[in-house]
C-alpha cells in the first residue's frame, strides 16, 4: 500500500469539506445580516410611520374647535392609540443604540405634544413644538438610514 496516495486522498479529503464548511457558513453570515437589515428596515418603517400619524393625528387634534377638555381626551387616545409607544420597546432591543436614543427622543416630543394639548394648547401654540418633533424625527429617520446601510 501506498502511503503517499492515502495521505493525498487524506488530505484532499480534508480541504475539500474544510472549504465546503466555511464556504456554508460564510452564506450563513450574509443571510443573517440580511435578514436582520430586512427585520430592521421594516420595524424602521413601522415606526417612522407611528410617529407621523400620531403627530398628524395630534396636529388635527389640536386644531380643532373641540372644548378643550374634549381636546386632552382624544390626544390622550390619539397618542395610545397611534403605536409608536409599543414599537418603542421592539426599537429598544433590535436597533442600535444611536438608533434607539433617537426613537426615545422622538417619543417624548411627541408626548411632549401631547401634554401640550392636554393642557389647553391650540394649533398656533403648537407650531414651535411641531417644528422641534419634526427636527428629532428627521434626525431618527438619518441614523435608521446610517445603521441600514452600515448594516448592509
Given amino acids: 500500500m501506498d502511503w503517499g496516495t492515502l495521505l493525498g486522498t487524506a488530505l484532499g479529503a480534508l480541504v475539500g469539506v474544510g472549504s465546503t464548511l466555511i464556504v456554508d457558513r460564510l452564506r450563513w453570515q450574509r443571510d443573517q445580516t440580511a435578514r436582520q437589515r430586512d427585520i430592521k428596515r421594516q420595524l424602521y418603517g413601522e415606526y417612522l410611520a407611528a410617529l407621523m400619524r400620531t403627530r398628524n393625528q395630534l396636529k388635527d387634534i389640536a386644531s ?3 372644548a378643550a377638555q374634549d381636546r386632552a381626551l382624544q390626544a390622550g387616545e390619539a397618542f395610545r392609540e ?3 409607544y409599543e414599537l418603542r420597546y421592539q426599537m429598544s432591543i433590535t436597533a442600535s443604540a444611536v438608533v434607539a436614543e433617537h426613537s426615545d427622543a422622538s417619543l417624548r416630543r411627541l408626548r411632549d405634544v401631547r401634554n401640550q394639548i392636554r393642557e389647553g394648547a391650540t ?6 413644538t411641531y417644528h422641534v418633533l419634526i427636527t428629532v424625527i428627521k434626525a431618527l429617520r438619518d441614523a435608521m438610514r446610517s445603521d441600514l446601510e452600515a448594516s448592509g
Wanted: no cysteine; charged share 35%.
Fill in 64 to 66: 380643532s374647535s373641540l
Fill in 82 to 84: 397611534g403605536g409608536a
Fill in 123 to 128: 394649533g398656533d401654540d403648537l407650531k414651535e
